[in-house]
Protein backbone atom coordinates (compact mmCIF):
# COMPACT_ATOMS: atom_id res chain seq x y z
CA UNK A 1 0.00 0.00 0.00
CA UNK A 2 1.35 3.38 -0.97
CA UNK A 3 0.89 5.84 1.79
CA UNK A 4 0.55 9.50 1.23
CA UNK A 5 -0.48 12.33 4.51
CA UNK A 6 -2.90 14.47 3.00
CA UNK A 7 -2.27 17.96 4.12
CA UNK A 8 -5.09 18.86 6.36
CA UNK A 9 -5.45 19.92 9.83
CA UNK A 10 -5.67 17.49 12.16
CA UNK A 11 -5.77 16.50 15.95
CA UNK A 12 -3.44 18.75 18.04
CA UNK A 13 0.20 16.50 19.35
CA UNK A 14 -2.05 15.86 23.11
CA UNK A 15 -5.22 14.80 21.11
CA UNK A 16 -3.31 12.45 18.40
CA UNK A 17 -1.20 11.00 21.63
CA UNK A 18 -4.59 10.50 23.71
CA UNK A 19 -6.38 8.92 20.36
CA UNK A 20 -3.56 6.23 19.54
CA UNK A 21 -2.99 4.94 23.05
CA UNK A 22 -7.01 4.35 22.74
CA UNK A 23 -6.70 2.85 19.75
CA UNK A 24 -4.40 0.64 20.62
CA UNK A 25 -5.96 -0.34 24.02
CA UNK A 26 -8.54 -1.30 22.03
CA UNK A 27 -6.98 -4.16 20.58
CA UNK A 28 -6.90 -5.70 23.81
CA UNK A 29 -10.69 -5.19 24.03
CA UNK A 30 -11.83 -7.01 21.21
CA UNK A 31 -10.72 -10.60 21.76
CA UNK A 32 -8.65 -12.82 19.58
CA UNK A 33 -5.50 -14.81 20.88
CA UNK A 34 -2.60 -13.68 22.61
CA UNK A 35 -0.10 -14.40 19.78
CA UNK A 36 -2.79 -12.20 17.44
CA UNK A 37 -3.33 -9.50 20.09
CA UNK A 38 0.35 -9.09 20.20
CA UNK A 39 0.87 -8.75 16.96
CA UNK A 40 -1.65 -6.78 16.27
CA UNK A 41 -0.49 -3.71 18.89
CA UNK A 42 2.79 -3.94 17.23
CA UNK A 43 1.82 -3.05 13.44
CA UNK A 44 -1.31 -0.07 14.57
CA UNK A 45 1.53 1.37 17.10
CA UNK A 46 3.91 1.60 13.49
CA UNK A 47 1.06 2.71 11.51
CA UNK A 48 -0.13 5.28 14.24
CA UNK A 49 3.38 6.48 14.65
CA UNK A 50 3.31 9.20 11.56
CA UNK A 51 -0.94 9.55 12.38
CA UNK A 52 -2.00 12.75 13.70
CA UNK A 53 -6.17 12.50 13.07
CA UNK A 54 -5.98 12.80 9.45
CA UNK A 55 -6.65 10.59 6.99
CA UNK A 56 -3.37 8.52 5.45
CA UNK A 57 -4.60 8.36 1.80
CA UNK A 58 -4.35 4.81 0.22
CA UNK A 59 -4.82 3.02 -2.75
CA UNK A 60 -6.24 -0.34 -3.11
CA UNK A 61 -3.98 -1.75 -5.39
CA UNK A 62 -5.36 -5.40 -4.75
CA UNK A 63 -8.47 -4.16 -6.18
CA UNK A 64 -7.66 -0.86 -8.12
CA UNK A 65 -9.43 -1.26 -11.78
CA UNK A 66 -10.81 -4.53 -10.78
CA UNK A 67 -14.88 -3.45 -9.62
CA UNK A 68 -16.31 -1.28 -11.68
CA UNK A 69 -18.01 1.50 -10.59
CA UNK A 70 -22.09 0.64 -10.21
CA UNK A 71 -21.38 -2.72 -9.90
CA UNK A 72 -22.40 -5.22 -7.12
CA UNK A 73 -19.28 -7.12 -5.56
CA UNK A 74 -18.71 -9.92 -3.79
CA UNK A 75 -15.00 -10.87 -3.42
CA UNK A 76 -13.06 -12.83 -1.20
CA UNK A 77 -9.23 -12.42 0.42
CA UNK A 78 -7.53 -13.86 3.30
CA UNK A 79 -5.83 -11.84 5.94
CA UNK A 80 -4.05 -13.03 9.42
CA UNK A 81 -5.82 -12.54 12.93
CA UNK A 82 -3.22 -9.73 13.98
CA UNK A 83 -5.44 -7.36 10.76
CA UNK A 84 -8.74 -8.76 11.03
CA UNK A 85 -7.86 -7.38 14.94
CA UNK A 86 -6.98 -4.22 13.75
CA UNK A 87 -10.16 -4.10 11.69
CA UNK A 88 -12.07 -4.37 15.04
CA UNK A 89 -9.70 -2.03 17.13
CA UNK A 90 -10.38 0.76 14.42
CA UNK A 91 -14.21 0.60 14.86
CA UNK A 92 -15.04 2.65 17.97
CA UNK A 93 -18.72 2.35 17.16
CA UNK A 94 -20.60 1.30 20.62
CA UNK A 95 -22.02 -2.08 19.06
CA UNK A 96 -21.76 -2.40 15.25
CA UNK A 97 -18.06 -2.35 13.84
CA UNK A 98 -18.85 0.29 11.69
CA UNK A 99 -17.47 2.24 9.12
CA UNK A 100 -18.25 5.25 6.79
CA UNK A 101 -16.71 6.47 3.43
CA UNK A 102 -16.55 9.88 1.80
CA UNK A 103 -16.88 9.98 -1.33
CA UNK A 104 -13.62 11.01 -2.00
CA UNK A 105 -12.84 7.45 -0.65
CA UNK A 106 -11.03 8.21 2.44
CA UNK A 107 -12.99 6.33 5.35
CA UNK A 108 -13.39 7.37 9.31
CA UNK A 109 -14.71 5.58 12.40
CA UNK A 110 -17.45 7.12 14.58
CA UNK A 111 -18.59 6.22 18.15
CA UNK A 112 -22.49 7.10 16.84
CA UNK A 113 -24.06 5.18 14.64
CA UNK A 114 -25.42 7.23 11.36
CA UNK A 115 -24.75 10.40 10.12
CA UNK A 116 -22.42 12.20 12.51
CA UNK A 117 -20.50 15.72 12.91
CA UNK A 118 -17.17 16.41 11.95
CA UNK A 119 -15.70 16.61 14.92
CA UNK A 120 -16.80 13.36 16.24
CA UNK A 121 -15.01 11.40 13.30
CA UNK A 122 -11.71 9.81 13.68
CA UNK A 123 -10.66 9.29 10.22
CA UNK A 124 -8.49 5.74 10.07
CA UNK A 125 -7.70 5.69 6.27
CA UNK A 126 -4.07 3.62 5.93
CA UNK A 127 -4.55 2.39 9.22
CA UNK A 128 -5.66 -0.79 8.01
CA UNK A 129 -5.18 -2.49 4.24
CA UNK A 130 -8.56 -4.29 4.70
CA UNK A 131 -10.10 -1.64 6.20
CA UNK A 132 -8.91 0.64 2.54
CA UNK A 133 -9.68 -2.38 0.60
CA UNK A 134 -13.13 -2.71 1.40
CA UNK A 135 -13.73 1.53 1.44
CA UNK A 136 -12.42 1.23 -1.87
CA UNK A 137 -14.85 -1.71 -2.79
CA UNK A 138 -17.73 -0.29 -1.50
CA UNK A 139 -17.37 3.50 -2.85
CA UNK A 140 -16.72 1.84 -6.47
CA UNK A 141 -20.15 -0.18 -6.05
CA UNK A 142 -22.13 3.19 -5.04
CA UNK A 143 -20.73 5.10 -7.87
CA UNK A 144 -18.19 7.68 -5.94
CA UNK A 145 -20.84 8.88 -3.46
CA UNK A 146 -19.42 7.43 0.09
CA UNK A 147 -21.57 5.11 2.07
CA UNK A 148 -21.47 2.75 5.58
CA UNK A 149 -20.22 -0.36 6.12
CA UNK A 150 -20.11 -2.89 9.22
CA UNK A 151 -17.61 -5.61 9.81
CA UNK A 152 -19.34 -8.61 10.88
CA UNK A 153 -17.73 -11.11 13.19
CA UNK A 154 -17.65 -14.20 10.59
CA UNK A 155 -15.25 -12.14 8.45
CA UNK A 156 -17.82 -10.46 6.03
CA UNK A 157 -17.66 -6.74 5.46
CA UNK A 158 -21.68 -5.46 4.36
CA UNK A 159 -23.33 -2.86 2.62
CA UNK A 160 -25.27 -1.03 5.81
CA UNK A 161 -27.79 -0.23 2.93
CA UNK A 162 -28.70 -3.44 2.10
CA UNK A 163 -27.21 -5.86 4.62
CA UNK A 164 -25.19 -7.57 1.53
CA UNK A 165 -21.75 -8.65 2.29
CA UNK A 166 -19.38 -7.31 -0.34
CA UNK A 167 -15.88 -8.80 0.30
CA UNK A 168 -15.61 -11.89 2.77
CA UNK A 169 -12.20 -12.14 5.10
CA UNK A 170 -11.04 -15.62 5.49
CA UNK A 171 -8.00 -16.48 7.41
CA UNK A 172 -5.06 -16.73 6.00
CA UNK A 173 -1.42 -16.08 6.52
CA UNK A 174 -1.32 -12.91 4.23
CA UNK A 175 -3.15 -10.29 2.83
CA UNK A 176 -4.12 -12.29 -0.80
CA UNK A 177 -7.27 -11.54 -2.72
CA UNK A 178 -8.87 -15.48 -3.84
CA UNK A 179 -11.52 -14.39 -6.21
CA UNK A 180 -13.28 -11.05 -7.45
CA UNK A 181 -16.77 -11.42 -9.01
CA UNK A 182 -18.90 -8.57 -9.66
CA UNK A 183 -22.51 -8.11 -11.59
CA UNK A 184 -24.26 -5.51 -12.83
CA UNK A 185 -26.96 -3.74 -10.72
CA UNK A 186 -30.75 -4.66 -11.24
CA UNK A 187 -31.41 -1.22 -12.69
CA UNK A 188 -28.76 -1.93 -15.37
CA UNK A 189 -29.41 -5.00 -16.58
CA UNK A 190 -31.23 -5.73 -19.65
CA UNK A 191 -34.93 -6.04 -19.72
CA UNK A 192 -35.79 -9.88 -18.98
CA UNK A 193 -32.18 -10.60 -17.82
CA UNK A 194 -31.27 -11.65 -14.42
CA UNK A 195 -28.06 -13.40 -14.84
CA UNK A 196 -25.47 -11.78 -13.63
CA UNK A 197 -23.16 -10.67 -16.68
CA UNK A 198 -19.46 -11.21 -15.61
CA UNK A 199 -17.67 -7.50 -15.61
CA UNK A 200 -14.10 -9.13 -14.65
CA UNK A 201 -11.47 -11.19 -16.27
CA UNK A 202 -11.27 -14.73 -14.11
CA UNK A 203 -8.27 -15.39 -14.49
CA UNK A 204 -6.30 -11.40 -14.05
CA UNK A 205 -9.37 -9.86 -12.45
CA UNK A 206 -9.29 -6.75 -14.72
CA UNK A 207 -12.38 -4.94 -15.93
CA UNK A 208 -13.50 -6.70 -19.32
CA UNK A 209 -14.35 -4.57 -21.83
CA UNK A 210 -17.47 -4.29 -23.82
CA UNK A 211 -16.74 -7.33 -25.94
CA UNK A 212 -15.84 -9.53 -22.98
CA UNK A 213 -12.70 -10.39 -23.95
CA UNK A 214 -9.43 -9.83 -21.69
CA UNK A 215 -7.14 -7.62 -23.66
CA UNK A 216 -4.42 -9.16 -21.63
CA UNK A 217 -5.41 -12.77 -21.50
Not at 151 to 162: P, T, Y
Request: hydrophobic residues 40%.
Amino acid sequence: MERILVARTGLNPLEAATWRNRLIRRVDAVGGTRFGRREAAQRLESRLSSWYGVQLATESLRFKNKVARGTVADCVMTADEAEQIIVRALAITSGDAQFTIVPNGSTFATENNGQTRDKARVHISGLSPLVDDASYILNQMRRATGGRMFFLRNGQFINAKDRRPFLTVLAGSSLEVISISTSPTASSRPEGESRAIPTTCPNCFQVLPLTGVCDSC
